[in-house]
């Protein structure tokens, strides 16, 4: 479609500046959203591999905790847990990526882990709780991965919409415009130039 300007020559070296503009803006896009696709894959493939490892690491502990809860009185599970005193706060910063702001989360322990006797709970209880305080850093390493993940996607999105108004929209527009700006100038050249020659037959036939 053709953009409604007057057909001038300053226009006309406007719109081939402003089209060499959108042609590099273009190229810079399309560079920035096979870099961004390069980037969804990788996070993809990280986040099904740490997905099946924390899957398993969850089976494995929901495993001793069975077993635990087999080898002990009825309620003495329930009662070693609530001596867990371990607190863990997440701490988020942030991190750039492509100039997108990507989560950082850490951990801040205190409390202690295992606080309860001996005596009353089975081994099995200390290494399912051992296995789930390991998945901790894995769980959040997971939650940043599936986070920048989905900004990566939102940013493609965005990415492939402008390159595509540029690709499909704002340069075929230049293009013509730039098209119907040269054909009426030459039009206007072709008109001057009749009426000149008309004005010099006029005054050679008067000599």
Not at 12 to 28: I, Q, T, W
Not at 67 to 90: G, H, N
Request: proline share 2%.
């Amino acid at each position: 479609m053709k953009l409604d300007i007057p057909p001038t020559r300053m226009q006309l070296l406007y719109l081939k500046r402003r089209g060499n503009v959108a042609r590099r803006g273009h190229k810079l896009l399309k560079d920035k959203q096979d870099e961004l696709m390069r980037r969804i894959l990788e996070f993809v493939y990280r986040i099904r591999e740490l997905r099946l490892r924390i899957e398993d690491e969850l089976r494995s502990a929901f495993g001793y905790f069975y077993f635990a809860s087999s080898k002990q009185a009825p309620k003495a599970t329930d009662e070693a847990l609530l001596a867990v005193t371990k607190e863990i706060d997440i701490e988020y910063a942030a991190k750039r990526i492509l100039n997108l702001k990507i989560p950082k989360f850490s951990k801040k322990i205190s409390g202690q882990l295992i606080g309860y006797g001996f005596l009353s709970t089975s081994g099995d209880l200390d290494l399912a709780l051992m296995k789930i305080d390991q998945l901790i850093s894995r769980l959040l390493e997971l939650a940043e991965l599936e986070k920048t993940l989905e900004l990566l996607a939102n940013e493609i999105e965005k990415t492939r919409r402008r390159v595509n108004a540029l690709e499909y929209i704002l340069i075929p527009a230049i293009d013509e415009t730039i098209k119907f700006i040269n054909l009426k100038l030459s039009e206007i050249e072709r008109g001057d130039l009749t009426r000149l020659m008309r004005v010099k037959e006029i005054v050679r036939s008067k000599l």
